[in-house]
Structure formats: structure tokens, C-alpha cells
């Protein structure tokens, strides 16, 4: 019996982690990223260890060019925002966790002066890279890896910077520099890459996600920012924070909008009440926190649909995540598998969080009290975990079948390898047609490090 139970823990383990990570072909993720996130999990619980790393939150640095209202980590680290990891730090950070995902974030990581070096460094490290953005560089990072491939294909890019013009993604100006190379940068650029996505924040539709950015025209960029990716090939998924005043069915018309565009998927959370970000509403903005953030209560209440979000829309989370958020069952909290490394080391004991900062994962791993924190059994061990159920906290959980619930495995199967939710229903448009003189591709190579 003891057999069969931990075979299906193993088994939930094995095909849950991947909520983690993402969608190929037809299915909700691709099956190889699926198979190396699998095997590490196998791995690690194979040779015994409780405790380990799925994914590497990396913050190279905390500068901004936004000041989002509710953004913990602009506020936090007020005093270091000049401060940036130096490159070899950001992949010794990798090779020490061995999380086979890093999202990597901030601050705004396209502020990052090595991010070309620090994604082609995880590439060769085989890691599953998300870089999450507000969206305002992405499109002139895609404009140095145009200017890349004009220097190595002239005649296809040509051809795709007439059209990228002809659909208002990039200026007459900016494609003649691109054909000129003036444009072309001296560092590698961000190309696409079975193992990369870029993660762009959207909170809602036009009118709440600029509010909530603090500047108009954020939303409209990031829009402009999707349709470029997607027609040049990127992967690309959002994540969107729940807050107090998000209204659910805004939310369900952004997904099906995203969907038009041909997103990949999008994560969820309900926003967390740092401490720091609670301060500077009431101080700078003169709002009462308690009428921002969510409590638990208020969480599932705004969430009582995510299991069917789930069905509807390709949401990267477990079924077992979705029933969390919706109140219909409990997890414990596993802060450990979701590690944030930054400018001032390893963040403990989590993302949100900070007693202090480790000079090591394994440091943080044996000195942290794991069982003073997190909830278990519904009631939290530390009175600023009441009101969290954010997915840096309880995503591991369920993806590792920490807390096991008949039938789990058979959903799991369902969400991972059924057919992936598209609710626009139409095909969305992701790529152009065949150039006229169409060449071989060529992939750009990562540049040693
Ligand atoms: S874009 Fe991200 S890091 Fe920048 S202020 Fe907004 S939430 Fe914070
Ligand atoms: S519940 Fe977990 S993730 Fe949330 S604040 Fe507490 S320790 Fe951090």
C-alpha cells in the first residue's frame, strides 16, 4: 500500500511539475521541456532529497523604468537600485540551484548590460529561460536580433522588415537603420529558442494595467510587443497578479484576446502584501492597503473559477494550484523550490519575505526554519504567510505532489497531454507567409562565455 501510495506520489511528481513550464506542438506544454523538468524532479526525489530547486527566480538587478502600485521590489531595495549582479554571479547562482528554469526578473531585466550574455549562459546550461518584463524594451531587443539576422540573411529579414513596417511594429527609419547597420549591436542578441520565453506583465485590460503600471501607454506597447515576438517566432507567455479590485471577467477577456494573438499561456497570482509596498500606498498614494490586497478569504472568493479557467484557457499551473486558489482544497507552502537570488544574495526563507540573505541555496536550505513559516494544514506558521497563496509559494507544492489528493494523477495526465485551450477558437495569426525568396534559416549561436 505504502508502495502504491508514494508510485502515485512519484507519478504526480513526474507529470505535474510541468505547470512549471510550457506548451509544444498541440499540447498545453512542450513534452521536451516537460521530460527534462520530469527528470530532474525523479532525479532529486531518487536520491532522497526532501528539498531542492524547480526554478530559479534570478534578479540581476531592482532598477525600474516603472513604479507599479504594489510592486514590493522596487520599494524593498530603494537603497540598491544601482546595484547589478555581475554576470559570472547570475550563472554560478544557476549552477549552484540547478533549477532547470530560471525567470529571470528584477527590476525590469532588459535593463540587465549582460542580458544577451546571461540568456545565451543559461542556453548553454540547457535551462528553460522566461525573461519577465513589463514589455516597454522588448520591442528594441527584437530590433537588435532583426539587425543580427539582416547581417546574416539579408534578403529574408529584408522581406520581414517591410512587413513588420507594413503592420506599424517598427518605424520606416528604424528598418532602414536595421538594412544600414547602424542598428546592429555588438553583443549577441535575445533570438528565439525552443527554451525561451518572454513573460510580459499585463494586469488587466488597457485602462486598469496602465493604472496600475502608473503610465499610460504600457498596455499598448506590450500588445505591440506580443504581435512582434509571435510573427518573429518567439515563444511568449504573461503573468497577471490578482488584486483586490481585479474584476474576474476582465480577466477572462484579456485571456481570450492573448489568445488572438497567439500567446502560449499565461501565470496567475494574487498579489502578496509586502510590507514595503503597503507603506508607499498609504504614504505616496494615500491608499488603504487592505483595500489592494487580498486576503485568503477574498482570494477564493475572486478565484472561485480558476479550475474552469484552467479547462478554457492555457494556464501553466496544475489542476491542483487552480483547485488551491479556488478553495477547494489545502497545500503547504514550498518556498525552498522556488529560490530568488539577487543583488544581495540568496532571499530568505522567500521571494516575498526577507530575514535575510544567504550567501548560498544550501546555505538558505539548512539555516532557515522551514516549519516557522509557510501554512500548513490552512493555518500559517508565521503570521505574514495568512493572507499568501501566491504561486511562488504553493505552485511547487502542487507540481510536486506534496500534498497528494485522489485522482490527482488522472487530472494531472488530462491537463498536460489533452489538448491545449484555445478559447479565440480562430487561428491566430503567429506567422507570415513564405518570404519570396525564402533562404535557410540561420539559428545564431550563443556566444561562449
Ligand atoms: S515593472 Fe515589475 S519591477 Fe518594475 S515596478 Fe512594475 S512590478 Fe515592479
Ligand atoms: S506562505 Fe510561503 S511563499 Fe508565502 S510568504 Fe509565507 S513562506 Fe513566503
Redesign the pocket.
Known amino acids: 500500500m505504502c508502495f502504491l501510495i508514494s508510485m502515485e506520489r512519484l507519478a504526480i511528481a513526474f507529470i505535474g511539475n510541468l505547470p512549471l513550464i510550457f506548451n509544444f506542438i498541440s499540447m498545453r506544454f512542450p513534452l521536451p521541456l516537460t521530460l527534462q523538468i520530469a527528470g530532474h524532479i525523479l532525479g532529486n526525489q531518487i536520491r532522497g532529497r526532501k528539498k531542492f530547486a524547480t526554478v530559479l527566480q534570478l534578479e540581476p538587478l531592482?532598477t525600474?523604468?516603472?513604479?507599479?502600485t504594489g510592486?514590493g521590489?522596487?520599494r524593498e531595495y530603494s537603497t540598491s537600485l544601482k546595484d547589478v549582479m555581475p554576470l559570472g554571479d547570475c550563472l554560478a547562482a544557476s549552477d549552484e540551484c540547478g533549477a532547470p528554469m530560471v525567470s529571470i526578473?528584477?527590476?525590469?531585466p532588459l535593463l540587465y548590460p549582460h542580458i544577451e550574455q546571461l540568456v545565451a549562459g543559461l542556453h548553454q546550461r540547457k535551462r528553460i529561460v522566461y525573461v519577465c518584463t513589463?514589455g516597454m524594451f522588448m520591442r528594441k531587443k527584437m530590433r537588435d536580433y532583426l539587425a543580427v539576422q539582416f547581417q546574416q540573411n539579408p534578403s529574408r529579414t529584408a522581406w520581414i522588415l517591410e512587413e513588420l513596417v507594413a503592420e506599424e511594429l517598427l518605424t520606416p527609419s528604424d528598418a532602414e537603420k536595421i538594412r544600414s547597420g547602424t542598428l546592429t549591436p555588438k553583443h549577441p542578441a535575445i533570438a528565439p529558442h525552443p527554451r525561451f520565453y518572454w513573460n510580459v506583465?499585463l494586469d488587466g485590460l488597457e485602462t486598469t494595467h496602465d493604472i496600475i503600471?502608473e503610465r499610460k501607454g504600457v498596455f499598448a506597447e506590450c500588445i505591440a510587443a506580443i504581435r512582434m515576438a509571435k510573427i518573429l517566432g518567439f515563444q511568449v507567455a504573461t503573468n497577471t497578479t490578482i488584486y483586490r479590485e481585479t474584476d474576474p471577467a476582465e480577466i477572462e477577456h484579456l485571456f481570450e484576446m492573448l489568445s488572438h494573438l497567439g500567446v502560449d499561456g499565461h501565470t496567475l497570482s494574487p498579489g502578496y502584501e509586502y510590507d514595503a509596498a503597503k507603506r508607499d500606498m498609504a504614504d505616496r498614494l494615500g491608499i488603504d492597503p487592505a483595500k489592494f490586497f487580498l486576503t485568503r478569504k477574498a482570494t477564493v472568493e475572486k478565484l472561485k473559477n480558476a479550475v474552469a479557467w484552467g479547462k478554457r484557457y492555457p494556464i501553466f499551473g496544475t489542476p491542483a494550484f487552480l483547485e488551491f486558489l479556488a478553495g477547494q482544497r489545502e497545500l503547504p507552502c514550498s518556498a525552498w523550490a522556488i529560490p530568488t537570488r539577487n543583488v544581495a544574495g540568496w532571499k530568505g526563507p522567500c521571494y516575498f519575505m526577507t530575514d535575510g540573505h544567504h550567501a548560498t541555496y544550501r546555505d538558505l536550505l539548512e539555516k532557515t526554519d522551514w516549519s516557522g513559516v509557510g501554512v500548513s494544514d490552512g493555518k500559517a506558521n508565521d503570521p505574514r504567510c495568512e493572507n499568501c497563496m501566491t504561486h511562488c509559494g504553493f505552485e511547487p507544492s502542487a507540481a510536486l505532489g506534496l500534498a497528494p489528493q485522489p485522482g490527482d494523477l488522472w487530472k494531472i495526465i488530462r491537463f498536460n497531454f489533452g489538448p491545449k485551450p484555445n478559447p479565440s477558437k480562430a487561428k491566430p495569426r503567429v506567422t507570415l507567409s513564405k518570404p519570396p525568396h525564402d533562404e535557410p534559416a540561420r539559428i545564431e549561436q550563443p556566444a561562449s562565455l
Not at 64 to 68: A, D, E, K, R, V
Not at 105 to 108: Q, T
Open positions: 531592482h525600474c523604468n516603472l513604479t507599479c510592486c521590489r522596487i526578473c528584477g527590476g525590469e513589463n506583465h503600471v
